[in-house]
Structures are given as structure tokens and as C-alpha cells.
């Protein structure tokens, strides 16, 4: 069984560009989130998706924006970079139909951005 | 935002047990309470969750007061390789999506 893994590791950006990040999700699972996680501090929920549609946002702007394919691998877009979007972005994935809260998910190694 | 309180750190001795608490006195009745780790360069990991009752898996016990206002993780016998930030959280539904509402955790130093 193949875990969720994350490319590129590492990426440096300058402010104003653009980025993508890439996760491919575990094995079997057909949900996706996405989190930053600032240097010291825990992950912030980013978006879901689930079954290629966005289906929950956390507090974030919409130069934030993401895509999930047939395959449920998902693509985080960040626009317009800032300073303040250096981070550790996770992607986290997981298997919905379980009832309440209960539903586990497993993240990746996550993807180290620096923007410049 | 469901919320919890957990101490920053910890210190442990290897393998002697240890023993992380957490309050979450805004707990509504159908939250789940979940620990995840993050070791250091890495993504979280799941660690154990649970309703009501005491769980146990392959890594720790998970106590459950009966009022649900707090939780303590228990990990039996620490190892180095168990340094890690702990994430106490109460898994929320935000419209149809379930997200994972992260505190600062508590840092485990585990001695040898």
C-alpha cells in the first residue's frame, strides 16, 4: 500500500509569483486536504476536496485554490505570493463514509515552500 | 472552533510510561478526540481516537474522562524515536468537509 507522498519537497518562490504543489493520495482514499503549517506552529486546514469538488475552506484567501483529479490526486495553486505564505504545505488524505468525526487521515511529508 | 488545551512540554525518561493530557471542555457530544504526532521534518501521524470510551492500539492508550472535558494519551513505554510534537484535537465538520483543528500540541523530550 503506497502512502500519500508530496513533490517537490523543497521550492523557492519570490513574492508575487505563482506556485503549484502536487499530492498524490493513499491507496483506496478518494478525500484530499490540504494544511500549512508556519514555522512553530500547528497545520491550518487549507480546503477539502472530495470527488473532484471543493467541499469545505478554512480561512484562507481565494488566491488559494485547488484541483482534484478522477484519480483523487490533488494540486494546491497559491497566486500572487507573499512573504507570509513560507511554509510546510501538507497534504493529508483520507477515506470518507465513516459517520461524525471519526475519519483518520494520513498526511504527507509535506512540501517546504520559501518565498522570497 | 472546537478547541484544546495542552501543556507546551514534556519530559520523559525511556521507557518509562508517559502520560499527555488535554482538556477540551467545549466538546459536544458527537466529537471524536484525536492525537496525531509530528516527528521532527515530517507530516503528522496518527496516533489513536476516540468517543467515549478508553481505546487502545499498537501505540498507546487513549483514557477518556467520563465527563469528556479532557483526555490523557499514554504511551507505555517512551522511546526515543516517540520525541515528537503531540496534537491533541477535536475533529470538526465544517459544512460537509472534516478538518483537523490543530493547537501548538506538546512537545515531548524523551531522555535517555
Known amino acids: 500500500e503506497t502512502g500519500v507522498t508530496q513533490s517537490p519537497t523543497h521550492l523557492i518562490k519570490t513574492r508575487g509569483q505563482q506556485v503549484t504543489l502536487r499530492c498524490s493520495s493513499q491507496s483506496g482514499h478518494n478525500t484530499v486536504s490540504w494544511y500549512q503549517q508556519a514555522l512553530g506552529q500547528g497545520p491550518q486546514f487549507i480546503f477539502q476536496y472530495y470527488r473532484e469538488e471543493e467541499n469545505g475552506r478554512g480561512n484562507f484567501p481565494p488566491r488559494f485554490s485547488g484541483l482534484q483529479f478522477p484519480n483523487y490526486s490533488s494540486e494546491l495553486n497559491v497566486n500572487a505570493l507573499e512573504l507570509d505564505d513560507s511554509a510546510l504545505y501538507l497534504c493529508a488524505s483520507s477515506s470518507s463514509g465513516l459517520a461524525g468525526t471519526q475519519e483518520t487521515q494520513y498526511f504527507g511529508p509535506g512540501t517546504r515552500l520559501l518565498v522570497l | 472552533d472546537a478547541k484544546t488545551t495542552q501543556p507546551n512540554s514534556m519530559e520523559s525518561n525511556e521507557e518509562e510510561p508517559v502520560h499527555l493530557p488535554c482538556n477540551h471542555s467545549?466538546?459536544?457530544?458527537?466529537?471524536?478526540i484525536h492525537w496525531y504526532r509530528q516527528l521532527p521534518s515530517q507530516g503528522p501521524e496518527y496516533v489513536i481516537h476516540g468517543l467515549t470510551s478508553n481505546v487502545n492500539n499498537r501505540m498507546a492508550s487513549l483514557a477518556i474522562a467520563e465527563d469528556r472535558k479532557s483526555s490523557t494519551l499514554i504511551l507505555h513505554r517512551a522511546t526515543l524515536r516517540d520525541a515528537a510534537v503531540y496534537y491533541c484535537i477535536l475533529a470538526i465538520s465544517s459544512g460537509s468537509a472534516r478538518q483537523l483543528t490543530f493547537g501548538s500540541g506538546t512537545q515531548l523530550t524523551v531522555l535517555p
Open positions: 467545549t466538546i459536544s457530544g458527537t466529537d471524536y
